[in-house]
């Protein structure tokens, strides 16, 4: 029976191989160049244009949320000042 060449067989793990190192290093500059273009993104007009037109579109109610948040405001606390109202109109509606 033959010996069996070790040298020629397949690691087992990766770590301490060459496919490890050269696997690190395009990792690290797949990163690398992703948060750069990120950063060069991110600094341009053509971004901070459709930056503004996605803020304006989800921050701006429209007029149907406005309508429906304002069917739910009937239970909102008043406010000290919309109460002293009520009360002086009513006195005044009692001496009329």
Known sequence: MDSIDT???KPRRTQGTPSYFYRNRFAYAFIAAGTVLFGIWS?????RIANEKLHKQFSQP???EKD????????APRRGQFIREAIEESQEMQRR
């Open 7 to 9: 040298s020629k067989r």
């Open 43 to 47: 600094l341009t007009p053509m971004q």
């Open 62 to 64: 429209t007029e149907a």
């Open 68 to 75: 429906r948040k304002g069917l739910f405001d009937f239970t």
